[in-house]
């Protein structure tokens, strides 16, 4: 599918558990955005990416790993997952120049219990 | 850092009305961008609207216009003519200078059309 996948859309995790939620992108976007969503504060970034093997820390980034071997993709590991982390995940893309343009996956909705 | 401050949680409006959701924003930035979105019931993010900080005239895209005043650092969605559609939450955000396009997003306001 053309566009920005994430999957999985839905996940119940357990305190404690490492999960990975996936972004793919097709359209070769240089920067890769990870924004979480909870009520009252809209969405916050966790991490970006500026091209495959750049990766920075955004405003909420404790708890989360992420990796870009390779420019489509852009996975986010939550090592040891807390109800804290029971979020909205989204991933954004947009291209090197376009500053008017970033865009969003459907969302992740996680739960940790 | 970026702020962004919407601070109505939530407004109601008459199907055919217009209606302004407010947004205010602190930068240090000379160089930013301003983004309004939109987040139906079914979650996705929908593009509605982008003003940078450079332009002089206010952004418009068919019924939604963002009012822009540079000096009082408000970056207000008009909606005109509600539709039962426009029903959804709608946040605003920024993208600064060199920040390679990180956006920072306001709390959101819950836009509720009535018939």
């Known amino acids: 599918d053309a566009g920005i996948t994430q999957s999985p859309r839905y996940k119940i995790t357990e305190t404690g558990r490492q999960v990975t939620l996936m972004c793919h992108q097709t359209?070769?976007?240089?920067?890769m955005f990870w924004y979480r969503q909870d009520l009252g504060h809209g969405l916050r970034l966790i991490y970006y990416s500026a091209a495959a093997d750049i990766t920075d820390k955004g405003e909420v980034p404790d708890g989360y790993v992420v990796s870009r071997s390779k420019t489509e993709n852009f996975p986010l590991t939550l090592e040891s997952a807390t109800r804290s982390q029971t979020s909205v995940y989204f991933c954004a893309s947009r291209e090197q120049g376009s500053f008017w343009e970033q865009y969003f996956g459907p969302g992740t909705r996680l739960t940790v219990t | 850092a970026q702020k962004i401050t919407q601070t109505q949680p939530g407004m109601f409006v008459q199907e055919k009305e217009a209606v302004t959701l407010d947004c205010t924003y602190d930068t240090s930035d000379q160089s930013y961008g301003l983004f309004w979105y939109k987040q139906p019931s079914s979650g996705e993010m929908i593009f509605l609207i982008y003003q940078g900080s450079y332009d002089e005239q206010n952004a418009t895209e068919g019924r939604y216009s963002l009012n822009f005043q540079k000096a009082r650092k408000s970056a207000n969605l008009v909606i005109s003519a509600s539709q039962l559609g426009d029903s959804a939450m709608y946040f605003c955000a920024m993208r600064g200078g060199t920040s390679y396009g990180k956006l920072t997003f306001g709390q959101g306001t819950i836009l509720t059309v009535h018939p």
């Open positions: 359209w070769s976007h240089s920067y």
